[in-house]
């Protein structure tokens, strides 16, 4: 009989201060000043370099000074309505818009220009290489454009000890180093697995090994085989 996981409370939300990556300061530093009089802005970078944390910050903290924001992803649902109540409008992955949401994103970058709304957009290239319409790549590229750097080890290490360290859980640096060789080095799936890790020993009561962490990577790979 497996032990059920007990919720420990959602996951912080994503800020300037939380973001670990000191490669990419003077990005933090502009993002810092970010306000409405400010040009757009547009970061890039391969995946883990922090893009969506960052955008998500920007909206974070536009609502805890009691701001409105809008946020959207290439996955989202067109139209993409531009709420009166906004100062900042984000969206996000814009390697991946589709035909109908390239329209979506242009309608409301123009649409947040004209009622002095702030946006701020994301992807893995640098706008002159974004395969979308060529009046959209253009405005991506109007204001300004930041080249962000994956976390480097170090970093992600540090990442992943305080995450553990605030669930209250023991990480052994051989769990660590066996994540680090055989998982994606991008810290949004790192942390994936040590939610997925921290309730997998929670269930069986045991604590975190590199043998549970084995027993857990396999019956994952058998269920995704079950279900291919």
């Known amino acids: 009989m497996k032990q059920i996981p007990l919720a420990i409370g959602p996951d912080p939300l994503p800020t300037l201060d939380s973001y670990l990556t000191s490669a990419n300061a003077a990005a933090v530093a502009h993002l810092r000043a970010f306000d409405m009089s400010a040009a757009p802005v547009y970061l890039w970078g391969p995946p883990g370099s922090g893009k969506s944390h960052l955008l998500r910050a920007l909206v974070n903290a536009r609502q805890a000074a009691g701001e409105h ?25 814009c390697e991946l818009l589709d035909a109908q949401r390239q329209q979506a994103a242009f309608a409301l970058f123009v649409q947040a220009g004209e009622a002095g709304v702030q946006w701020a957009a994301a992807g893995r290239v640098p706008p002159v290489d974004l395969a979308l319409r060529d009046d959209l790549r253009t405005r991506l590229a109007w204001g300004h454009v930041f080249a962000l750097q994956p976390t480097s ?69 058998v269920e995704a085989g079950a279900q291919s």
């Not at 924001?69 to 992955?93: K, M, N, T």
């Open 69 to 93: 924001a809008g946020s959207f992803d290439a996955a989202d649902p067109a139209p993409w309505l531009l709420q009166p109540c906004w100062s900042l409008v984000v969206v996000d992955r």
């Open 153 to 221: 080890e170090n970093e992600t290490r540090a990442a992943l000890r305080r995450e553990a360290d605030r669930r209250g859980i023991f990480l052994p640096d051989e769990v660590m180093d066996y994540l680090l060789t055989r998982a994606a080095r991008d810290l949004g799936t790192l942390m994936q697995l040590l939610d997925r890790m921290d309730r997998f020993a929670l269930a069986r009561q045991r604590p975190l090994t590199v043998p549970l962490l084995r027993q857990m990577l396999q019956e994952d790979a």
